[in-house]
């Protein structure tokens, strides 16, 4: 949703498996006797695929309608200082770290049904999205010639069979099946088997990493540079927030106090099917935990000192929060020693250690992975969160009739995990009921929302019920 996608090429095909033709049928195996039916005359290109050498300037630019294969560019922090910091620091390292490229692959596939209604002019979609009411604004926005607005348009997302990220595009399929309804004036379904999905869905990761923490000798972390080479392939279908083109990489600080951090961030154009998803992360998150903690195991490794050791010298303190972060977040709270004491306390971190000994004496190998993950949760304040304009938020409904009777209403639908029991069990703490009525609405039937991901759905569905 953030990049310009052709629904079916004209002239030139962008990658492999990219969608060429619409076959309409009254069954699926008409359609698809009509999709073999179909013969392209195919001329051969040279592919772009690797993302550094699309940068060079003797490259060709793979799209007619951009003037380089360079996406866009974001940076943080302050460049100057930190590369003073590494040029004066008792200890420097530096690795290059690649997050390859993956699918998502959910249970269920991509698929929708298009109703459109001529009499009334109205937009019925069933669809397989994690983003209904975003949805509704983009097909809002490319069918504006059919008169069609908003308060004409109704998107329904039942249970999804698992969404992850992969779920909040808009699909071709999508495109085709509503014009498709509008051409036939009948209903139209696209659902794509496992096969296209694999093929030709948005992806997620590629991200090319190369990272440098300065530190002291002691193991105190002075400064963090991270510069990162995102492949998104040959349609950038990242959903970030609009402030964020590459997501909230700027975390990357993670759990540590140090002022002196830099990151930057090129997404590029390959011939590749789309990429740029969040898979199972709230926007690039994953990606700068990844490489921030592998940056301290290489320090770690560097200095010969205990990772945990490590990680409890430079974490931020409970006495420093509120905590502004290098990069510009604003922690609000934490503990991050307490957490770290009750890991190592649960799993018997000492014993492992010694039983990783052990086994090394022998010529055994036993490795011991420690991690720390800070992340922004509920999207953030909707002040600064926000994915074609609509603020990041959710919304509910309490009524309360005459005779008592309390209905707590909402939007939900199952993506990766149902979040009902958790937001009824807040509800009834929070307002004191001993019984309410609950009612799932189907989406865009209530108020905007922030729309996609499970893990902060709970926490905006209770503020929702807070305030009314």
């Known amino acids: 949703m953030s990049d310009q996608q052709m ?54 630019v793979i799209r007619a309608d ?27 390292v530096a690795e290059d770290i690649y997050i390859p490229r993956i699918h998502v692959a959910s249970m269920e596939t991509c698929g929708c049904v298009a109703k459109w209604d001529p009499v009334e002019g109205h937009l019925t979609l069933y669809m397989t999205t994690q983003a209904p009411h975003a949805i509704r604004t983009v097909v809002a926005l490319v069918t504006g010639h059919l008169g069609l607005m908003e308060h004409k348009i109704r998107v329904i997302a039942p249970d999804i069979g698992g969404g992850f990220g992969g779920k909040v595009p808009v699909y071709p399929g999508y495109v085709l099946a509503t014009a498709a309804s509008v051409l036939t004036g009948a209903p139209v379904k696209w659902i794509e088997d496992r096969t296209e999905n694999l093929q030709a869905d948005s992806f997620a990761r590629d991200y ?46 993670g759990s540590y106090d140090f002022q002196k951090a830099f990151a930057e961030v090129d997404g590029v154009y390959t011939n590749k099917p789309p ?96 991690s720390t993950f800070t992340e922004i949760v509920g999207a953030g304040p909707s002040h600064t969160f926000d994915s074609l304009g609509i603020k990041m938020f959710d919304s509910a409904e309490i009524r309360i009739h005459p005779t008592g009777k309390v209905i707590a209403a909402w939007e939900r639908n199952r993506k990766d995990r149902d979040t009902k029991p958790r937001t009824r069990k807040l509800s009834r703490k929070s307002w004191g009921f001993p019984k309410m009525m609950w009612q799932s609405k189907k989406a865009t039937r209530i108020p905007r929302r922030t729309d996609s991901v499970p893990t902060r759905r709970v926490r905006h569905q209770h503020q929702a019920q807070q305030q009314q």
């Open 66 to 92: 951009k003037q380089s294969n360079r996406i866009w560019h974001w940076e943080v922090g302050n460049r100057a200082a930190v590369d003073d910091e590494l040029a004066n620091a008792d200890v420097v």
């Open 275 to 370: 990429g740029g998803i969040a898979y199972r992360c709230s926007f690039r998150v994953t990606e700068a935990v990844h490489a921030i903690e592998r940056m301290v195991d290489v320090l770690a490794q560097k200095l010969e000192m205990d990772p945990t050791t490590l990680r409890e010298k430079n974490f931020i303190k409970p006495e420093q929060f509120p905590y502004k972060s290098a990069t510009g977040w604003e922690y609000d709270s934490g503990n991050y020693q307490a957490a770290l004491d009750k890991a190592k306390q649960i799993i018997g971190y000492d014993a492992l250690r010694q039983e990783q000994k052990e086994k090394r004496a022998k010529g055994e190998l036993m490795g011991i992975g420690i």
């Open 7 to 60: 629904v079916l090429p004209v002239d030139t095909v962008m990658y492999y498996a990219q969608e060429v033709a619409a076959v309409i049928a009254t069954s699926r195996y008409e359609a698809a006797d009509g999709v073999a039916a179909v013969e392209v005359d195919y001329e051969p290109m040279t592919p772009v695929l690797d993302p550094h050498k699309a940068l060079e300037s003797d490259t060709p």
């Open 208 to 253: 090319h990493i190369h990272g440098e923490l300065a530190a002291t000798k002691d193991g105190k972390i002075t400064a963090m540079k991270m510069g990162v080479v995102a492949d998104h392939g040959a349609f950038d279908s990242a959903a970030n927030p609009s402030k964020f083109p590459a997501g909230l990489f700027s975390i990357a600080t």
